[in-house]
């Protein structure tokens, strides 16, 4: 099956700095990776997609990379702000559907 | 644009009781999108519609669940009887049309507690 693995432990951050959150998937490299944030109570927010062949992704203050060698997606917030903080869920497309990762939660202190 | 609209936010019912969720898509969004999020399993799909046909309905658990999608902008999941496992957030998400262009909107969630 198609996995997506992310890290269960919370990210914890200073106001400022860059966080970076990895995303890891298993088997055949999918067509699309995106990214969506989550707050407590609310539905997930779309918020970068990056396809199989782009190597990075920017967004404002987001950046997201596609390693098909490590088969890993890294997504980067610089210049984190406490406002950042949330769960951040990876997906990997398939043809039409997508399959998510648990996501991560970041905590970012002022 | 009100975005994806799913009621009721909360529902609380007892076991073997049934029970409906709804959800308004997206206008001019083609597909619609069931899942079911959960600590332990975090999203789980349950069911894929394109223009409003079923497309993969692997994702749901058992004859108990069934969905429905009688027009573009109305969609149903039913579950009966309930049971205390089914106990979870269940999410509509909705895409515009273009295979895999484009990120889902979800709506807020139903929280469903089973008793």
């Known amino acids: 099956s198609q996995k997506i693995e992310q890290n269960s432990e919370a990210l914890n951050i200073q106001e400022g700095k860059t966080a970076t959150l990895t995303c890891n998937y298993t088997n055949y490299s999918p067509a699309y990776l995106q990214w969506y944030r989550q707050d407590p109570g609310r539905g997930p927010v779309f918020l970068l997609l990056?396809?199989?062949?782009?190597k990075e992704k920017r967004k404002e203050r987001l950046k997201v990379t596609f390693d098909t060698t490590l088969k890993q997606s890294l997504f980067h917030i610089t210049a984190s702000q406490p406002a950042d903080s949330a769960t951040y869920l990876c997906?990997?497309?398939?043809?039409?559907?997508?399959?998510f990762g648990k996501g991560t939660m970041l905590l970012v202190s002022p | 644009d009100a975005g994806v609209i799913q009621s009721p936010r909360h529902e609380v019912t007892e076991m073997g009781q049934e029970v409906t969720l709804r959800c308004k898509p997206i206008s001019g969004h083609n597909s619609l999108f069931w899942y079911r999020q959960t600590m332990m399993r975090g999203l789980e799909l349950l069911i894929y519609f394109n223009n409003n046909v079923p497309i993969d309905d692997s994702g749901m658990p058992e004859d108990r669940f069934s969905a429905k999608m009688p027009n573009a902008s109305f969609s149903t999941l039913k579950i009966q009887p309930s049971e205390p496992r089914d106990s979870a957030v269940y999410f509509c998400?909705?895409?515009?049309?273009?295979?895999?262009?484009?990120?889902?909107?979800f709506g807020s969630g139903t929280r469903l507690t089973v008793v």
């Open positions: 997906a990997r497309g398939g043809y039409s559907t997508l399959t």
């Open positions: 998400a909705s895409r515009a049309p273009g295979q895999g262009g484009y990120g889902y909107t």
């Open positions: 990056i396809r199989e062949n782009e």
